[in-house]
């Protein structure tokens, strides 16, 4: 069936995973906000939520468009993909994109709708400071170097829990909270809540998180070596996943 | 076994599980409130307390009934077996849903007696808002497109993990804390505790998760296309995992 | 190996594990109070901590012991194994509880000491009331009931999960917070501190999961059927997991 | 790939993410101190973003170094090696526990930078107490337990599942909350936050871990049983697994 599936069908998979990933993220957020005063538990809750909703939207979206969810995600498997033959072409990787900031946007509205909020409004909530962009940077660059490392050591079957549980952890130890996802970042300045993120702190969220790309592209080759080239033999294919297996380990937050 | 269970056994099944899935939902609810005074501590207790009991009613129960536990669950792998000859007939159905009702009223009275509560006394906890319905509506239609696409894409044998961490993340991201099953929606109409549902405020309840039924029966044909014709060839039975497996991935909450 | 263990060594195994978990249960409990004045929040932590240890423990030692580290757990096993000529005889029985039990003081006075409690003190804490009585019993046939139905059902390897989560929603649907074993109950009599049971509350406590222990094996037999009698040809003996398994999924808390 | 993984890349592995394991603990303290005024809360979330993230370590880096992060798991490993002629050698042991000390102070520096703290500042947080180190001996012979037990009964491939949610579960049952690492440790101290550990500190709790150790592996002897000499037949070789196999249980914290 993953063969067959489109490239309609795929983008739209992309937004509605996307969607599915943000309204969560928002929704979340704003009942945990509504419930306790503590922010502790607050983002205990948020991060728990996160962990359940993303492992089970890769575990469902994967076997169709591989569950991206994230333009970062995408960018990274187009550049493993252009010098190994494989992975998402430029075609590919421009419908994914747009699909997944316009499910971005579509999550966060359905998550004001569901909490009898103003169904858009700009967040006023300020992320720009230089600790903040640095926590994207480290998270972003951590989850590029799972989905790389998964995928080459043969393990990308372990994406949904692994890249969910990352995510999980990121929550916490990132001074960001980590989105490490420009969709989820532009669809989350869309609402006026306390998982929101103003307007103005959006583009350096995002130049930071591209940053944390380059740093995980790097640090991947640095550890888990270079895949074989394309001349290999078969018997370097099974040590070394490639890229354009059906369901990519690559996957989003 | 499972081939052999009398659908006697299958509906006492249905009964037991879904009762077990009220106490659960019911006790853990009376136990949060009674413990902590923040009512985010106790959402986070009752989502927790309910990924681990339902993953473990999915798992044990699975083998016997399809572990269902939810008429929502029940009529939708009905419609799809109606179309493609597998699935449970409508005398199956009409034995599930009953069972599960009577198991749903029998778990809350039985919480309430582990908790030395009234063992029965209408709840007066109002639930009427449309954006509790609209969170109805996303958290059912959200179950069933699970559902669908897990038995869709292969990945059946993921339900139990998967809908009990679906469940966890909808009580956060949906403003009803996600009931998304009409007997449970019922049984808990029967505790005047935290957990409970006035009376009155049941049938909207029910009504907004049947909406949810049908919107996630059409996103489910949109995302993961139609099943091969009963016609196609092996193959095709390959890549699509028919509904007349022994262990359908459709289960409840 | 497993069939390599001498009695003494399983003896031991159930010793070292049974004691390993009344500490962590200990333990949990007293680190649990002294951080938090919420005891929504100290169940959590309780509640998860045992969640984790008990999961590991039935992980580490299931294939050398069967892991029960719980008298009813073996009880059950000897009562099934009884009648289809498989499981531990009364001799194993006879070598397994009393280790369970002197594991389970060891535990808790190690848990005393990390914590710089008196090594040996008698609990002072009451909990003699009918309805945690109906709590004990719901909470062990529950735990019979899914020892039982996994191994029935061919899925016993399942049970380090499935065990450790069904105890990790019964802390929180049971208003006895499930004990639902005698040599945990007779353990934490041994410590003055939250986690603790006052001597005269043991053995009701006990009484009730005995209760328990009959009403699960009663349970099992309707909703799973009964075993295939020893005659039965190899296609049952597919279908119906007998109980002579190296590794059985009855296991403990 | 794992066996061309070099030497110097393998080192590497356990620096990375020996740092990132250290960043988790070290990020996720400070960010609970700064959220939450419930100890108990920060205890949670501090253990589950330990078990969310370690877990993901030990599954990315145990393909290619084996994802010891620890170095008494490197010397368990090397020690159990010694005798059976497998695992690291004395050269792979004096290359990997530098790295893990080194990338451990590097995780430290990379958190306080992540937090807007000073990169270095040595820990006030005195930990000298006979009760705390009783703590840490407990919790480092629990995890040479269970990495050695694992590998011995065939499940090695259940370390990061298991590694993780025993050091989750030790937060809570240990006094200490279970360092149970030496390059931790040193780490901790180069941090004035929370969870950091004042250097003073430092060398009772390396010792405290040594001692636990050493109780591991001999623990581990009696319940476990000593492994199959090398003249044993292929059969013993299928029961016992041996220590040389490419990705060793022994994984840390």
């Not at 309609?8 to 992309?14: H, L, S």
């Not at 509605?16 to 983002?43: E, F, I, K, N, Y």
């Not at 001074?175 to 998982?195: E, K, M, Q, Y």
């Amino acid at each position: 069936m993953t063969q067959t599936a489109s490239l309609g069908r795929r983008a739209a998979v992309e937004c509605v995973g996307t969607g599915a990933l943000v309204a969560v993220a928002v929704g979340a957020g704003v009942q945990a906000t509504a419930l306790s005063r503590d922010a502790g538990v607050q983002l205990l809750a948020c991060s728990l939520a996160t962990v359940f909703g993303l492992g089970v939207l890769l575990a469902l979206f994967g076997p169709i468009s591989g569950a991206h969810l994230n333009p970062v995600v995408t960018l990274a498997a187009w550049w493993h993909g252009r010098r190994e033959g494989a992975g998402p072409g430029a075609r590919e990787a421009a419908a994914y994109i747009p699909a997944q900031v316009a499910g971005a946007i579509g999550g966060a509205v359905l998550a004001n709708a569901m909490f009898a909020q103003p169904l858009v409004r700009w967040s006023t909530h300020d992320r720009s400071a230089p600790h903040l962009w640095l926590g994207e940077a480290v998270a972003t660059a951590g989850l590029v170097l799972l989905a790389f490392g998964l995928t080459r050591t043969g393990r990308a079957h372990l994406a949904p829990v692994a890249v969910a549980c990352y995510i999980g952890a990121a929550y916490w130890f990132t001074s960001s909270t980590s989105f490490a996802n420009p969709a989820l970042t532009i669809g989350r300045a869309f609402t006026d809540t306390a998982p929101g993120i103003a307007p103005a702190s959006v583009l350096p969220f995002v130049a930071a998180q591209l940053v944390g790309l380059v740093v995980g592209v790097a640090l991947a080759a640095v550890l888990f070596g270079r895949a074989a080239p394309a001349a290999a033999p078969a018997a370097a294919q099974d040590a070394v996943v490639p890229h354009a297996e059906d369901q990519p380990a690559a996957s989003g937050h």
